[in-house]
C-alpha cells in the first residue's frame, strides 16, 4: 500500500487527538480514518473495518432529514467538499450500523495541500443534544 | 554513487574541540555519481568546504534544499560555483503556499542579510520547486516527497540502476504516534525510505530530550532507528545532530539507542569527512 501524503498522515494524528466525531475521504470518497468519537457515532471500530469504499461505509448510514426523507448524495457535505471543493454544513439524522437515530450537524471541508493539491476531504461531526 | 557528508550538525554551526570529530558544519551532503554528476544535498555551511574540492571543469551542479530553514541553506551564499559564470547551478527546493521559491531565496540572499543579491550572481542559475513528479538529473533519478517539519520540509531519494539513497533529515515521524512505528502507509517518509541502501536522517535528540521537544521537527536517535527498521533500509546514518551534544554525547547516545533498539542493519553515526560507496558502480 503506497504512503498517504503527509497532510493525510497529519490531519489522523490531529483527529485521533480531537474529541470530536471526524472522518478522513480521499478524493473518491474512501474512509481512510474516523477517530474514536466517529466510531462512536458510526457505530463501528476502525481497527475492525480499516479503510472502507464510499459503499461501504456510505450504505451503512442512513442519512435523512428531520421529516426522514433521505438525504439526496449531491447534498452531503462530504460529497460538496469532495466534489466541488468548497466547505458545506447541514442538519440530519444519522442511523449507524447500531439503529440509533442520531440529530447531528455536519461541517465538512476540501483537503488542500500544497501547490494546491487535492486530498480528499474532511468531515466534522457534532451531535445534537435534545434535553 | 558516492556519498560524502560535508556538514552533520543541526540548527547552529557548533565549532571547537568537543565537537571535532563528528564536525560541527550544517548539513550537506554530496553525491557524486558514476557518470560524474555531482549533487549536494541541503546548503548548510558545509557546502563551503565542499565547494573548494569541485573542479573548475565543473559545467553543472544541482542542490537539493529540504527546506529553508538557515542551518540547511547558510553556505549557499559562500558556494563557490555560484560565482563561476562557466557553471550552471540548478537549486531544487519547496515554495511555500503564498512565496514562489525564488522569492523565499530572496530573503536570504539580499541585504541587510547577505551582500549579494541572488540575481546578482554571477552563474547561470535555475530555480526548480520541490516537490514535484520523479526528476533526472545526470544519471541520477529523484523523488521527492513533503515530509513532517513545521514549514513546507521535502525529503529527497536518490537512484541509480544500482543503489538508493533516502535522504531524510529534519523529520518527525514519531509526531502525534501514540506507539511509533505505525504501519508505512501512514508513516511520514515510508515511501522515501523504503528499502534504500543508505538512509541518512535526522537523530537529534535523546529520548529524554525529544519528550521536551515534540512538534519541533525533529527525531530522537531511537526512533530514526526505528524509521529505519520500519522502511527496511540496509544502514541508517544518524544525522542533524543536536549542536548541544559532544563528540561524547554522540558516541554514548548511540550506543544507547542501539542497545535499545537492537537493529539489524548497519548504525553509523554521521561524521563530517565520512564516504559511502553504494552500488557496483
Redesign the interface.
Known sequence: ???????V??I???A??LAMPIVIVNTVGTLLFYNEPAEKLLAMRFEETGELTEDEWVNDLRLTDEHGVPVAPEARPLRIALHEQRPAHTTMWGQGRDGVRRHVEVTAFPLI???GRVLGAVGLFWEVKHA | MKVTLWGTRGSLATPGGTTARYGGNTSCVSVHGPDGTVLVLDAGTGIRPLGMTLPRSLRRVDICLTHLHLDHIQGLGFFAPLYNPAVEVHIWGPASTTLSLRDRLMRYLSPPLFPVRLRELPCQLSLHETPCADFTIGEFRIASALICHPGPTVGYRVMTADATLAYVTDHEPALGVPKFPMDGAWTSGYDLAAEADLLIHDAQYSSEEYAQYVGWGHSSLQHAIAFAALARVQQVVLFHHDPGHTDQDIDRLTSEAIAATRPTFAVTPGAEGCVFELGSR
Open positions: 500500500m503506497a504512503q498517504q501524503e503527509i497532510e498522515i497529519l489522523r494524528q490531529l485521533s487527538y495541500g500544497q501547490a
